[in-house]
Nanobody, 116 residues
């Protein structure tokens, strides 16, 4: 099973930007789906953005136009560029990988806090 490690979280003011990275221990070239999820305190985990093997991207309504997901197959890394951050974006962000065969993987998460 591929191991995923997120980085790039932190404290940012409203309106600010962050870039999250998710480094995979193996190749992501054939991954069917790579995605970001988040979980805020007291809330269920939710999908934020996902990118399919064919390059198609999908976003939650709450982040569309502000977040961009991308993948670098050569570096086995997925990114989440976040801009115009709002306090309601505060959450632990998790990376997700669905391979072409085998079980899905999740990372340990990285905290994003949006506060003045």
């Amino acid at each position: 099973q591929v191991q995923l490690v997120e980085s790039g979280g932190g404290l940012v003011q409203p309106g600010g930007s962050l870039r999250l990275s998710c480094a995979a221990s193996g190749s992501i070239f054939n991954a069917n789906v790579m995605a970001w999820q988040r979980q805020a305190p007291g809330k269920q985990r939710e999908w934020v953005a996902r990118i399919l093997r064919d390059g198609r991207r999908d976003y939650a309504d709450s982040v569309r136009g502000r977040f961009t997901i991308s993948r670098d197959n050569a570096k086995n890394t997925v990114y989440l560029e976040m801009s115009d951050l709002k306090p309601e974006d505060t959450a632990v962000y998790y990376c997700y990988l669905l391979p072409d065969s085998g079980s899905a993987s999740w990372g340990q998460g990285t905290q994003v806090t949006v506060s003045s």
